[in-house]
C-alpha cells in the first residue's frame, strides 16, 4: 500500500459508519480507529414512492433530525439540506388550488396535520370540475407552499410532509 | 385583437409565435412539458404553465390538460402551431366550446381536408385537377385496360391494403398490363391478405410545389405563390426554396388559381397550403391540403415580405385580407437542421449542444430554439433550426446558403450541417434538375 492509498482508506472510512479497519499484509499492518464512539446516528426516512423534491420556490424548513452528539466528524452522507427527508406532494394537473371544500369550511389540512394515503389534502378545479388530490404519503403537512385560490401548474409542489 | 395567446406547441414554432405576439402587443403564454423546462419559449413567454410528463400524449397532445393551463392564464386564443393538435378537428371544436379562439380553420374545414377520399371528391367537384383514377377497385382486367385507355398510359396499379411499394406496378403500355395486374394483386394478396387494387396516373417525375393560400372570415381567399419542396428524404422535407426553379408565370397562374378554388371550396379561413404534384410536362395534380401554417412557411415570408404569423392572427381577430395574390420577389432558400447524423443513414442524436455560433450577415435568417447548453431531449422531432438565405438570385441564395452553412457551428450533437453543405455544390440541386427522387441517388461524400 502506498501513501496515497491509505490517504483514500482513511477518507473513505471517515466517511462511512465503520468503527474500525485492521489491514495485514507481507510485512505491513495498518488499522485506523473512528476518532470518538458510536458514530452519528443519522434516521433516514424510508423510500416513500413520492420523489423527493430538492427545487422549492420556499425556503424549505427544518425537519427536526435527531442529531447524536455532536462529533467533529463530517456527517456520513453527501451534503444535503437537513431536511432534506421530507417529502413533497405535487400537483398532477393544471388548474386553481383550493385549500377548502368551500370558502366558508375549513381547510383540509393544516400545518402538524397527520396525512396517510387517501387523505384529501386540497382541491384543483379545472374547467369547472373539482378534482379532489389525495395524499399519497403517511406523515405530517410541515409546510404549504401555495396560497389559496391560486393557479398551480402540472409538478408544481404543493405540501411539505415529514413521512412517518 | 387577442390580449393573451396560449401557444399550444414548443420549440422553433413557438418561439415563432412569440415574436410576432411580441411585436403586436399581445401576451404570450408558453406551456411544456417537464422535459422542456430549459426550453427557450418557456423563458421568452410573457407566462409559462408546465402541462405534463415528457411524451407528448402526457402534454403537448393533452387536450384537457392545455384547456386547464389557457383557463388559469385566461388566454382569449390558442396557437396549435403545426404537428401535435394543429389539424385535430376535435380541439378546434373544444376551444370553441371555451369560447377560445383557435387561431386556424374551422373543425369543418379540419375534417373536410383531413379526410383524403372526401378532399379528393370535394376537388374533383370544384373542378381541380386530381390525380386521375378509377373509383374504387378493379374487378377484371378489361375493367384495366378500359380504365387505363381512358387514363392515358403510364399508369400506376396500387394495393388498397397497401403500403412500403407492395403491390404497385407501373405500367408504361397496353401489352404489360395483363403480366402487371395478375402480379400486383398476387403480390398484394400475399402482403395484406386483401388483393384489391385500383388504378391511378402515374406521374413521372414528380415535383412536389405548394401553393400558400390565405383565407378571411368573409370568403375572400388569396395566393403568395409557391414553394418547391422536391428535396425529401423518406418523405421528410429537407429543403424548400420559392419560387420553383420549374415555375413559370403560366403555370403559376394556373396553380394559383386552382388553389384558390380549393380554398374557397370550403370557405376556407385562415392561412394553409395545396400541396400538387407536377410532372414533367407541367400538369399539376391535387394532393392535399394542409390547413394549418407549415414549417417552410418562411420561405415565402421572405419573398413576399409579409409575416404569415401576424396574418394568420390578423384573420384569426376578424380582420378582412385584400384578397390581392402575391407573387416572389428575388429568391429564399430554407435548409432544415436537423439533430441527425447524416452520415449513418440520418440516424437522430439528441444531446446536449456544447458550442453553438448562429450564421448572421447580409440575407440570411435563422429561427431556432437551440442555444449553447441547450439539451434537445430525445421525446420530440430532431429540428433544430431553418436557415433561410435570401438573394436576388437563386445562384446568390445558394451562395450565400453555403457561406452561413460553413460558418454554422454547431457542437455536441450530429447535424445535418454536412449533408446541406454538400447539396448546395451538387451541379444538379444548382441546375435546378431534380424531383421527388433526387436524393434516392444522393450520397454523402
Known amino acids: 500500500m502506498d501513501f496515497k492509498q491509505i490517504q483514500e482508506l482513511i477518507k473513505m472510512i471517515n466517511k462511512s459508519n465503520i468503527g474500525e479497519v485492521s489491514i495485514e499484509e507481507k510485512g505491513f499492518k495498518l488499522t485506523i480507529k473512528q476518532k470518538e464512539e458510536p458514530v452519528q446516528q443519522i434516521i433516514t426516512a424510508p423510500m416513500s414512492a413520492q420523489p423527493v423534491a430538492a427545487l422549492a420556490p420556499a425556503p424549505v424548513a427544518a425537519a427536526p433530525a435527531p442529531v447524536a452528539a455532536a462529533t467533529p466528524e463530517k456527517p456520513a452522507r453527501p451534503a444535503e439540506p437537513a431536511a432534506s427527508n421530507a417529502v413533497t406532494i405535487k400537483s398532477p394537473m393544471i388548474g386553481t388550488f383550493y385549500r377548502s371544500p368551500s370558502p366558508d369550511k375549513p381547510s383540509f389540512v393544516n400545518v402538524g396535520d397527520e396525512v396517510e394515503p387517501g387523505k384529501v389534502v386540497c382541491i384543483i378545479e379545472a374547467m369547472k370540475l373539482f378534482n379532489e388530490i389525495e395524499s399519497e404519503v403517511k406523515g405530517r403537512i410541515i409546510k404549504v407552499l401555495v396560497e389559496d385560490a391560486s393557479p398551480v401548474e402540472y409538478d408544481q409542489p404543493l405540501f411539505q410532509v415529514e413521512p412517518a | ?445
Open chain 2, 1 to 445: 385583437m387577442f390580449k393573451k395567446v396560449l401557444i399550444a406547441n414548443r420549440g422553433e414554432i413557438a418561439l415563432r409565435v412569440i415574436r410576432t405576439c411580441r411585436e403586436m402587443g399581445i401576451k404570450t403564454v408558453a406551456v411544456y412539458s417537464t422535459a422542456d423546462k430549459e426550453s427557450l419559449h418557456v423563458r421568452f413567454a410573457d407566462e409559462a404553465v408546465c402541462i405534463g410528463k415528457p411524451a407528448s400524449f402526457d402534454s403537448y397532445l393533452n387536450i384537457p390538460h392545455i384547456m386547464a393551463a389557457a383557463e388559469i392564464t385566461n388566454a382569449d386564443a390558442i396557437h396549435p402551431g403545426y404537428g401535435f393538435l394543429a389539424e385535430n378537428a376535435r380541439f378546434a371544436e373544444i376551444c370553441g366550446e371555451h369560447e377560445i379562439k383557435f387561431i386556424g380553420p374551422t373543425p369543418a374545414m379540419i375534417n373536410a381536408m383531413g379526410d383524403k377520399i372526401t378532399a379528393k371528391e370535394t376537388m374533383i367537384k370544384s373542378g381541380v385537377p386530381v390525380v386521375p383514377g378509377g373509383e374504387g377497385l378493379l374487378e377484371s382486367l378489361d375493367e384495366a385496360k378500359g380504365l387505363a385507355r381512358e387514363i392515358g398510359y403510364p399508369i400506376i396499379l396500387k394495393a388498397t391494403a397497401g403500403g412500403g411499394g407492395k403491390g404497385m406496378r407501373v405500367v408504361w403500355e397496353e401489352s404489360e398490363m395483363e403480366r402487371a395486374y395478375n402480379t400486383a394483386k398476387a403480390e398484394a394478396g400475399a402482403a395484406f391478405k386483401n388483393d384489391g387494387v385500383y388504378m391511378e396516373k402515374f406521374v413521372e417525375e414528380p415535383r412536389h410545389i405548394e401553393i400558400q393560400i390565405a383565407g378571411d372570415q368573409y370568403g375572400r381567399v388569396c395566393h403568395l405563390s409557391e414553394r418547391d419542396c422536391s428535396i425529401q428524404r423518406r418523405h421528410q422535407k429537407l429543403v424548400e426554396e420559392s419560387p420553383s426553379p420549374f415555375m413559370t408565370a403560366e403555370l403559376r397562374e394556373r396553380m394559383g388559381a386552382a388553389a384558390i378554388k380549393a380554398a374557397s371550396a370550403i370557405n376556407y379561413e385562415s392561412v394553409g397550403t395545396i400541396e400538387f404534384l407536377v410532372d414533367k410536362h407541367r400538369n399539376f395534380y391535387f394532393m392535399e391540403m394542409n390547413t394549418r401554417i407549415q414549417v417552410e412557411h418562411c420561405v415565402t415570408e421572405e419573398v413576399t415580405n409579409f409575416d404569415l404569423i401576424k396574418e394568420q392572427i390578423k384573420i384569426a381577430s376578424g380582420q378582412a385580407i385584400s384578397g390581392m395574390n402575391y407573387e416572389p420577389q428575388g429568391h429564399a432558400i430554407e435548409c432544415r437542421i436537423n439533430a441527425e447524423d447524416p452520415y449513418n443513414d440520418f440516424r437522430p442524436s439528441p444531446g446536449r449542444i456544447t458550442v453553438l455560433h448562429q450564421p448572421g450577415g447580409h440575407g440570411i435568417r435563422v429561427d431556432s430554439h437551440a442555444y449553447a447548453g441547450y439539451t434537445i431531449p430525445p421525446y420530440y422531432d430532431s429540428m433544430i433550426a431553418k436557415i433561410i438565405a435570401v438573394a436576388r438570385t437563386r445562384e446568390e441564395a445558394i451562395n450565400t446558403m453555403h457561406r452561413a452553412l460553413s460558418e454554422y457551428v454547431i457542437e455536441g450533437v450530429k447535424t445535418t450541417i454536412p449533408f446541406h453543405l454538400q447539396l448546395m455544390k451538387d451541379e444538379r440541386f444548382r441546375s435546378g434538375d431534380f424531383n421527388t427522387k433526387f436524393l434516392e441517388g444522393f450520397k454523402m461524400a
